[in-house]
């Protein structure tokens, strides 16, 4: 059997021997849409519980675009000239795009450039949010959650909020898009570092699929709302990467109709779970580091027998990153226990210390072999990972420790996919 990995921008394709049982885990297929200009252009004009953004933004208003950055697969360069064209009775001196970095760094020109095209970034002011610039934010109070609101001063400052994304599952949040440019995307450090800590990320409900009573997104969502967003913009993509659907208008009306579908696209369930999960991380540009490779990681978690084994294809082209808190995180610990513990016991969270987390929740389960074309193998032993230069090497190994009989599961999308497994009977659904 010949497997197609989402691996890098180019994929990695597997042999596995056809007598083993395998099982490919994919979400549901859908063709990219024929005309998505037209398609975003109609969505804007016929929203969802909101009048017509044309009819919502005045000559006279300050607008604020929030857009995700280039860790999310969005296709920014196809949604936001169709965005920015049904505003175009606003002169452009009064429009800002705002880019929602959260805690990543920000991008540089040419990144800029090839993610929104030479004619945005000439003709309209593109803001990187900088969540550790504290005269860039404003204060906004508590969440119910008793965490501070620390928000983006010129995104607050506008008359017309807008705020655009991409539904797709989430390892945490459970589906991102939504709420999710503002918390985290466009918020402060504190706000973000709260909303991520320990506790909350540990809640057995703050995973793959979950929104309702997942504590990380419903703290986003109430934030987000505290904010007034205006508008909302989201859409839906393939593996291809093309738009699929489009969701816009009132926030939390068209999330929730984005968060319904992708959730019936993505969510497959399994009788039992495997031996073995096979998984990616969906490609570039998500697989670009291992911090981001998490996600399929806790993918491959969900279906995996305990003293499992996952096998992650991650390229990893900007390797660990050896500069950040999860790296420090993970050497500094002798195990994944001993890592949830410092982690518990450490006081004020840290930078990227929730992937080091969900790391260590999903080797709770599983032994983690980690396929990349980037890291060294002491790089990924570094970060209590095992390194594999073959996946078939590796499954030919791991048959000797499971029996030739094992059971197999291959996720060629990674987290794209919420895989479960069944109480019973499988539904469509989570």
Not at 173 to 195: D, M, R, Y
């Amino acid at each position: 059997m010949r497997i197609q990995l989402d691996y890098g921008e180019n994929g990695l394709w597997v042999t596995l021997p056809d007598h083993l049982t395998i099982e490919i885990i994919r979400p549901r297929s859908f063709p990219g849409l024929q005309d998505e200009r037209s398609a975003i252009t109609d969505a804007l004009r016929k929203p969802i519980n909101r009048a017509p953004l044309k009819q919502l933004v005045r000559p006279h208003d300050t607008v604020a675009v929030v857009f995700s950055d280039i860790t999310r697969p969005i296709p920014n360069r196809r949604v936001l000239p169709a965005l920015l064209e049904e505003i175009s009775h606003v002169d452009r001196s009064r429009i800002v795009l705002i880019n929602a970095l959260g805690t990543h760094q920000p991008m540089t020109e040419e990144e800029l450039e090839s993610m929104l095209s030479r004619e945005v970034i000439r003709n309209y002011c593109v803001l990187q949010h900088d969540c550790r610039d504290q005269s860039k934010l404003v204060y906004m109070g508590k969440s119910s959650f008793g965490h501070p609101i620390w928000i983006n001063k010129v995104y607050m400052e506008a008359s017309v909020r807008i705020l655009t994304g991409l539904v797709e599952p989430h390892d945490f949040a459970g589906l991102s898009g939504g709420p999710k440019a503002v918390l985290p995307g466009i918020a402060g450090e504190e706000s973000i570092l709260a909303n991520h800590q320990a506790r909350m990320i540990g809640h057995p409900k703050a995973t793959l699929g979950i929104t309702a009573g997942n504590p990380v997104w419903e703290e986003m969502l109430e934030v987000a709302l505290v904010t007034e967003p205006t508008f909302l913009l989201n859409v839906c993509t393939n593996r291809a990467k093309e738009i699929i659907r489009v969701f816009a208008g009132n926030m939390e009306h068209a999330h929730s109709a984005g968060v319904d579908f992708a959730r019936r696209t993505a969510s497959v369930g399994v009788d039992a779970p495997f031996d073995i999960v096979i998984t990616s991380n969906a490609g570039y540009p998500q697989d670009s580091s291992l911090y981001q490779a998490v996600k399929g990681m806790w993918a491959a978690a969900q279906i995996v027998k305990t003293k499992g084994s996952i096998i992650l294809a991650a390229e990893c082209r900007e390797g660990i990153p050896e500069d950040g808190e999860y790296d420090r995180l993970l050497k500094q610990a002798a195990s994944p226990r001993d890592l949830l513990r410092r982690i518990k016991h450490g006081g004020s969270p840290v930078l990227g210390q929730w992937s080091a987390q969900i790391q260590a929740l999903a080797q709770l389960k599983a032994d983690i072999y980690v396929k990349s074309t980037y890291l060294a193998d002491e790089q990924t032993r570094s970060v209590l990972l095992k390194p594999c230069q073959s996946v078939e090497e590796t499954v030919e190994r791991l048959l000797s420790q499971y029996g030739r009989e094992a059971r197999i599961a291959v996720l060629p999308e990674g987290p794209q996919t919420i895989p479960y497994v069944c109480d019973g009977i499988c539904s469509t659904a989570c």
